[in-house]
C-alpha cells in the first residue's frame, strides 16, 4: 500500500510539470501582451505610450520576460517547487523573498559604440566588511536595504535608458529606410542589427550614439550596484528561506507564487482572500445535494416504476437543464426584486450595517427584531447556495438509483430476502452499502471542480471568488495568477484522484494495490 | 463486524462537530466584539487629541471674528490680489517672490454649504455601489478609476478643480505664484491644517511625497510617476506652509498637476519600507473630510469587503453633514438595481435602458431622483479611421473625403436612440461640451446618404459594375474591416450598426472582433481601417499631443489613426505652451474646427453620467465636475440626531 501510494506520489511530479508545461506555452503563444493589463487596469486612462514601453521594459525585466520562454519556464519551476537547489533566497522583515539578482542583460548595439562591455568588479573584502557590518543587526539590515534600493534604482534608470535606446534605434533605422531590420511587431530586430556597420552620417545617428553611450554607463552603474548587493547577500542580512538539507547546494522552502502584474500584489494573498469565499459556498452547498439526492435516488430504486420513480426522475432531470444563468437571473428577478418576492439580498456576503448587529438574532437596543449577525450571513447565502445545488441532483441521484437497482437483483440479496431478513435492513445493510463505492468516488472528482469556483453565480451575486479571479486573470493575462490557479487545482486533482483509489479499496476489499 | 459505525457513532460525530463549530463562533464573535471595541477606542483618543486642542486654544485666547493667525502680528499687508476674507493671514505676502502676481483663494468650502440648506441633518450613512470591485486604495499605487474617485475625499491637494466653474481653487492652498514663464510655481498654505490623526501638514509633506514617496523607484507607482517625471522637476519647502514647485519646461499642465498632487503624511508613511506598501492594499491616510475606518496597518481594508469611510473629526475645514460613506461593489446590473430598491444602496449606476424605463415610469417618481448630466469625466466615444498606412498600403480612408462621407453615412441620433436607449447626445469633437475649448460654432455632420455618395464619388468610388458595391477605377470593391474589442454588447451593436449603414451606400464591411489584449496590438501595431474606442478624461482640459499630433504616430504613440495635419500639429505645440486659459481656449478652439473638418475620427456620442439617488439624500448636486459627497446629507424620514 505504502509502495503503491509513493509510486503514485512519484508519477505526479511529472503529470504536474507537464500540465504547468503546456499552461505557460499556451500563455505565451497567446497573442497580447501584458501591456494590455496595465492599461486596462487604469481604467482606460491616458497616459503617454513612452511612460507604459518604459514601464513594461521594467516589468519584462522584473520577470524576465524578454528571455526565451523556455528559460522563464525554468525560472518559474525553480521558484513553485518546494526543493531548491543552489544558495537559499533570504527572506526580508515583510515576508517577501530576495534571490540573487539577475544579471544586467547587454544593451541594445553597443558594439556600435564600444569595443568591449564594462565588467563590474566584485567588491574587495575590506570594501563589503566596512560596509555591511554586523548583519543581522538593525544597522546590518538598513546597510542592506540601502544596498536594495540602490541597485533597484540603478537598474530600473538602465532599463529606462534601454528602452530609449530601443525607441531611437527604430526611428534610425526607420531614417537609414531598412524595414528588414524591424520585426513584425515594428520593433528591431537587435541581433541582426548588430551584426551590420551603422551608417553614422545618418543625422539620427547623433541622437542614438547619445543614448547608447547614456545606456552604456547607465548599465555600468547598475553592473556596480549589483556586485555590491550580491556582496551584501552574501553577509545573509536576513534569515534564510526554507531548510537547508545540504548547504548552499539543496534546501526545502515553500513554493513562491509570485505577484500579480494586473494588480501588483502577491497571487497568495488575492487567493487567500478569493478561496474562503468559495470553499465557504461550496462545504455548505454539497453536502445539501448529497442529503437530498441520495435519499432521492433510494427513494426511486425502491420503488423502481411507480409514479415515485417517474416524478424524482423526472424532477432532478428538469432541475438539471435549467441554465445556471437563467436561474441567477430568475431569482434576481423575482426573489430579489423588491417589486415581487422581496425576500433576498441583492448581492454580496455581507449585509449593509451587519458589523453593527448582535451576533444572534434577537431584540436590538430599539426594542424591535434583529436578525443579527449570523442569520445575516446565512441569508445572504441561500440564493448562490440555491443556484449551485439544483442542477447537482441529477447526476448524483440517478447514479444511486441505478447502483441501487443493480444490487437489488444480485444474488446475495435475494439470498438475504430468503434467509428472511426484513426488507429494511436490506435496503440499508446490504444494498445501499454496496451502492456508496461510485458516490465516493464522485464525490472525490467533485472536490477539485469545487476549488474553481463558479463564475456565473458569482458574477450574478457580486461574490469575489475563485471563478471571477480566475476569468479575470485570464483576460488580463497575467500570468502568474492563471498558472498558479491551474497549479493549485491541478495539484488538488491529481491528489484527489490518488484519494479516490485508496478509498475504492478501502470500502471495497476486492480491489487490491497489487 | 465488530468495531460498525453505527448511529450511535455517528451522532457522536455530529455532537462533536456541532461543538467545535459553536467554539469557533464563538472565538470569532469575541474577535467581532474586540473589532468593536478597538475602533470605539480610537474614536476616542480622536476626540482626546480634539478636546486637547481646544483647551490649548482656550488657553492661549480665542480671536473672535474675523480670525486672525499666528501672522497677526505682522499686520496686515495686502499688496497685490485681494486679501482673503478670513482664515488667518490675510494679504501677509512676505513668503512671496516678489514682483510676481499673487493669486489669492476664498476660504475653503463646499461649492453648495450643506448647512444651508433646509432639513439639514449631521449623521447617517450612504451607501454607492461601484461596477467593479476596488484592488486596493494606496494611493498613487491603486490604479483604478474608483480608487481614485474615492481619494477626493480621504486626501487634500493644494488646490481642486472647483465643481461649477472647473478652475483651480484654493484647498489646502490660501494663495500661490505662477511663473508668466511658467517653470515653477511657489504656494502658501493656509494655517492649520492637519491631518486625519491630528499632526499638523506642512509644506515638508508636500515634498516627501513627492521625492520620496512617489518618485521612489522601489514604491510602484509607476502610473503616477510617468506622468509626473516628464512634468515636476523639484519640490522645495521654503519654510513649514510655503512651497515651491520647479518645472522641466513650459507646459500648460504643469501648473495643474503640482497643484493637484495628493500630499500623504510624512511621519505616517515613512513608518513603512517600500515592500509594505507595495503589498499593502489599504494604507490609505491624508486630510481629506473623511478618513478610512480601518486605519491599522495590521489589519487592513482588503478587497471583498466595503470600503467605508468615516467623518474625519480631526478635518482642518468644514465638517461634512455624513457620518459614514460605503462603497460597495456589485457587478451585475440587475443586482445593482436590486441593491437599489431594497435600500442597500443610496446611489448606483444604472444601464441606459433600466434609466429610461425608470425614469418614465411613474411609480418611480418618488422612489429615486434621476441625474442624467455631462461633466467633465464624461469623454467621447469615436471611430478612428486608419489614415495611414496598414501593412504597407494605404487605407482607403487616407482620403478626408471618405472620411468625411463615413461621417455622413452614419445616422448617429438613431445610432444613440438604438444602442443607448436615445441616452447620451451626439459628439461634435475631442474638447469637453461647455468648456473654455469647445468650439460653439462647430455642429456635427448630419446624416446625408447623398452627400456620403456624392463625396465618394469625387473620391473615385462608385458602382461601375451594377452590382450595388461602389468600386474604384481599377474596380476593386470598396471593403473594409471593422475592427472592436469583443466582450462587450455595446462595441457589437455599434459594429452591427456600421456594418449595416455602409451596405446602404455599397460598401461591404467585415466585422473583426478582437480580444482586448489583441486589439491592444492592433493600435499599437496599425494594424486596423478602423478601430472603435472611447476616450476617458479626470480634468476639464487635457493634454491634446498624445492622440492628435503628428509626433504621436511614431513610437506606437497614441496618435493611431496615423492623422497627420501641420495646421493641427502647430495649433497644438502653440496651445501646450500658452499658460493663459483664455488664450488657450481659442486655440483649441480652432484644433477643434480642424478635427471637424479632416474627421480623422467620427465622433459618435459623449456619454453623460447617469445616477439613481435616493431622496432620502439631500444635496446632490450634478456639477460639471462630477458629484460632491462631502456635502451630502440624509434628511426625510430618518429620525433626527444631535448635531454635533
Redesign the interface.
Known amino acids: 500500500m505504502v509502495n503503491y501510494i509513493l509510486r503514485r506520489v512519484l508519477l505526479m511530479v511529472p503529470t504536474l510539470v507537464g500540465i504547468t508545461f503546456v499552461v505557460f506555452m499556451l500563455i505565451a503563444a497567446s497573442p497580447g501582451g501584458i501591456g494590455a493589463g496595465l492599461l486596462v487596469s487604469a481604467g482606460g486612462a491616458m497616459q503617454s505610450q513612452n511612460a507604459i514601453a518604459i514601464q513594461k521594459a521594467k516589468l519584462e525585466d522584473r520577470y524576465g520576460l524578454n528571455e526565451p520562454v523556455i528559460v522563464q519556464y525554468g525560472r518559474w519551476l525553480r521558484r513553485i517547487l518546494p526543493i531548491k537547489f543552489g544558495t537559499r533566497d533570504l527572506v526580508s522583515p515583510s515576508g517577501e523573498l530576495v534571490s540573487r539578482p539577475r544579471p544586467v542583460p547587454e544593451p541594445a548595439v553597443w558594439r556600435w559604440f564600444a569595443t568591449e562591455l564594462k565588467q563590474a568588479e566584485p567588491l574587495s573584502e575590506e570594501e563589503v566588511a566596512r560596509r555591511f557590518t554586523n548583519p543581522g543587526s538593525e544597522a546590518g539590515t538598513r546597510a542592506f536595504q540601502a544596498a536594495v534600493g540602490e541597485y533597484v534604482t540603478a537598474r530600473a534608470a538602465y532599463i529606462a535608458s534601454e528602452a530609449l535606446v530601443r525607441d531611437s534605434l527604430k526611428r534610425y533605422i526607420e531614417a537609414w529606410g531598412k524595414p528588414e531590420l524591424l520585426t513584425r511587431k515594428q520593433e528591431p530586430r537587435v541581433s541582426a542589427i548588430s551584426r551590420v556597420e551603422p551608417d553614422r552620417t545618418l543625422k539620427e545617428y547623433a541622437e542614438l550614439e547619445r543614448l547608447g553611450r547614456d545606456a552604456l554607463a547607465a548599465r555600468e552603474l547598475a553592473a556596480q550596484k549589483r556586485e555590491a548587493l550580491i556582496a551584501g547577500m552574501s553577509t545573509k542580512p536576513y534569515p534564510q528561506a526554507g531548510i537547508g538539507i545540504i548547504p548552499g547546494v539543496l534546501s526545502l522552502a515553500p513554493p513562491d507564487l509570485g505577484i500579480a502584474f494586473s494588480r501588483g500584489r502577491p497571487v497568495i494573498d488575492l487567493l487567500a482572500e478569493a478561496l474562503p469565499v468559495t470553499l465557504l459556498i461550496n462545504f455548505i452547498a454539497f453536502p445539501i445535494i448529497y442529503m437530498i439526492a441520495i435519499p432521492g435516488g433510494m427513494l426511486a430504486a425502491t420503488r423502481k416504476g411507480t409514479w415515485v420513480d417517474l416524478a424524482q426522475g423526472l424532477t432532478v432531470i428538469a432541475l438539471y437543464s435549467v441554465p445556471v444563468v437563467l436561474a441567477g437571473v430568475i431569482a434576481q428577478g423575482f426573489l430579489v426584486n423588491p417589486d415581487y418576492l422581496d425576500a433576498f439580498p441583492a448581492a454580496g456576503l455581507i449585509g449593509k450595517g451587519s458589523e453593527q448587529m448582535a451576533f444572534m438574532p434577537g431584540a436590538n437596543g430599539a426594542c424591535a427584531w434583529e436578525r443579527g449577525w449570523l442569520l445575516d450571513r446565512v441569508w445572504h447565502l441561500v440564493l448562490p447556495v440555491l443556484c449551485l445545488v439544483y442542477g447537482g441532483f441529477a447526476i448524483l441521484s440517478k447514479q444511486t438509483r441505478a447502483a441501487m437497482l443493480e444490487n437489488f437483483n444480485a444474488d446475495y440479496v435475494r439470498t438475504a430476502k430468503a434467509k428472511g431478513v426484513s426488507n429494511r435492513d436490506v435496503i440499508f445493510r446490504h444494498v445501499f452499502r454496496n451502492s456508496l463505492l461510485p458516490l465516493i468516488t464522485m464525490f472525490v472528482t467533485i472536490f477539485p471542480a469545487m476549488l474553481a469556483g463558479s463564475v456565473v453565480v458569482e458574477r450574478v451575486f457580486s461574490i469575489p471568488g475563485m471563478g471571477s479571479l480566475l476569468i479575470e486573470a485570464i483576460n488580463l493575462r497575467d500570468r502568474e495568477l492563471i498558472l498558479a490557479n491551474t497549479t493549485m487545482v491541478a495539484v488538488v486533482n491529481l491528489l484527489a484522484l490518488l484519494l479516490a483509489d485508496i478509498l475504492y479499496a478501502t470500502a471495497d476489499p476486492r480491489i487490491t494495490f497489487k | 463486524m465488530q468495531n460498525r459505525f453505527g448511529l450511535k457513532d455517528f451522532v457522536l460525530f455530529v455532537l462533536v462537530g456541532v461543538l467545535a463549530l459553536s467554539i469557533w ?1 464563538r472565538m470569532f ?1 469575541q474577535d ?1 466584539e474586540w473589532r ?1 471595541s478597538e475602533s470605539v477606542l480610537s474614536k476616542l483618543s480622536s476626540l482626546e487629541s480634539q478636546v486637547a486642542r481646544l483647551e490649548n486654544k482656550l488657553d492661549t485666547g480665542v480671536v473672535v471674528a474675523g480670525g486672525s493667525g499666528p501672522s497677526s502680528t505682522s499686520g496686515p499687508a495686502p499688496t497685490d490680489g485681494k486679501p482673503a476674507a478670513n482664515g488667518g493671514s490675510g494679504g501677509d505676502s512676505s513668503w512671496a517672490r516678489p514682483g510676481v502676481k499673487i493669486e489669492w483663494q476664498p476660504p475653503w468650502g463646499p461649492a453648495t454649504d450643506p448647512f444651508k440648506q433646509p432639513g439639514v441633518q449631521v449623521g447617517g ?1 450612504f ?1 454607492e455601489v461601484y461596477e467593479a ?1 476596488m ?2 486604495l494606496t494611493p498613487f ?1 491603486a ?3 474608483y480608487a ?1 474617485r474615492l481619494h477626493e475625499f480621504v486626501f487634500s491637494t493644494l488646490a481642486v478643480y472647483d465643481p461649477v466653474t472647473l478652475k483651480m481653487r484654493g484647498q489646502l492652498a490660501e494663495a500661490w505664484q505662477v511663473d508668466p514663464n511658467g517653470l515653477w510655481l511657489r504656494a502658501r498654505l493656509r494655517p492649520g491644517l492637519r491631518f486625519s490623526d491630528g499632526k499638523p501638514l506642512t509644506a515638508e509633506d508636500i515634498r516627501w511625497t513627492f521625492h520620496e514617496f512617489m518618485m521612489n ?2 514604491i ?1 507607482a ?2 503616477s510617476r ?2 509626473y ?2 512634468c515636476i522637476a523639484k519640490v522645495t519647502p521654503i519654510d513649514d506652509r510655503t512651497v515651491d514647485f520647479e518645472f522641466k519646461e513650459r507646459l500648460f499642465t504643469n501648473v495643474d498637476n503640482a497643484l493637484g498632487l495628493f500630499v500623504l503624511p510624512k511621519h505616517i508613511y515613512s513608518q513603512f ?4 506598501i ?2 499593502g ?1 489599504g494604507l490609505m491616510v491624508g486630510s481629506g473630510p473623511f478618513r478610512l475606518r480601518d486605519v491599522d496597518p495590521n489589519r487592513q481594508w ?5 470600503v467605508v469611510l468615516e467623518r474625519n473629526e480631526q478635518y482642518w475645514g468644514p465638517k461634512p453633514p455624513l457620518a459614514t460613506i ?1 462603497f ?5 446590473e ?3 438595481l ?2 437599489f ?2 435600500g ?1 444602496a443610496d446611489m448606483i449606476t444604472p444601464a441606459s435602458t433600466q434609466f429610461v424605463t425608470l425614469s418614465g415610469d411613474p411609480e418611480w417618481k418618488d422612489r429615486a431622483r434621476f441625474l442624467n448630466w455631462v461633466n467633465m469625466r464624461s469623454g467621447y466615444s469615436f471611430i478612428a479611421w486608419n489614415c495611414g498606412e496598414r501593412a504597407g498600403k494605404l487605407t482607403p480612408f487616407h482620403d478626408k473625403r471618405v472620411r468625411l462621407a463615413m461621417t455622413y453615412m452614419l445616422d448617429r441620433e438613431k445610432m444613440i436612440r438604438d444602442i443607448w436607449s436615445g441616452v447620451g447626445q451626439v459628439a461634435k469633437g475631442n474638447q469637453p461640451l461647455g468648456s473654455p475649448g469647445s468650439n460653439q460654432s462647430i455642429q456635427p455632420w448630419p446624416y446625408d446618404l447623398a452627400k456620403s455618395r456624392q463625396l465618394l464619388k469625387e473620391a473615385g468610388w462608385e458602382d461601375r459594375n451594377g452590382d450595388g458595391l461602389i468600386e474604384d477605377a481599377r474596380g476593386n470593391a470598396f471593403e473594409w474591416e471593422f475592427s472592436f474589442a469583443s ?1 462587450g454588447e455595446i462595441a457589437l451593436k455599434i459594429a452591427n450598426f456600421v456594418k449595416d449603414s455602409a451596405a446602404v451606400v455599397g460598401i461591404r464591411v467585415k466585422l473583426r472582433p478582437a ?7 492592433f493600435m ?2 496599425r494594424d486596423f481601417d478602423s478601430i472603435t474606442l ?5 480634468s476639464p482640459e ?1 493634454d491634446p499631443r ?2 492628435f499630433h503628428s509626433d ?1 504616430i ?5 496618435n493611431f489613426a496615423q492623422w497627420k495635419n501641420e495646421e493641427a500639429d502647430r495649433l497644438i505645440d502653440e496651445g501646450r505652451r500658452e499658460m493663459d486659459a483664455a488664450k488657450r481656449g481659442q486655440i483649441w478652439q480652432r484644433l477643434e474646427a480642424v478635427l471637424h473638418e479632416d474627421q480623422p475620427y467620427t465622433f459618435i456620442r459623449v456619454p453623460p453620467w447617469l445616477r439613481l439617488v435616493n431622496p432620502e439624500v439631500k444635496n446632490v448636486n450634478p456639477y460639471p465636475k462630477g458629484l460632491e459627497h462631502p456635502e451630502f446629507f440624509r434628511g426625510g424620514s430618518q429620525s433626527p440626531k444631535p448635531a454635533n
Open positions: 463562533m464573535q467581532r468593536k450613512e451607501t470591485q484592488a486596493r499605487i490604479s483604478d478609476v481614485r523607484e522601489e510602484e509607476e502610473r510617468s506622468i517625471r516628464d519600507s517600500p515592500a509594505d507595495n503589498r492594499t482588503a478587497p471583498p469587503a466595503d460605503r460597495k461593489s456589485i457587478q451585475d440587475t443586482a445593482r436590486n441593491a430598491k431594497r442597500d466582450g480580444d482586448w489584449s489583441v486589439y491592444q496590438d499599437k501595431l472611447g476616450w476617458g478624461a479626470s487635457s498624445q492622440i504621436a511614431k513610437n506606437q504613440g497614441d
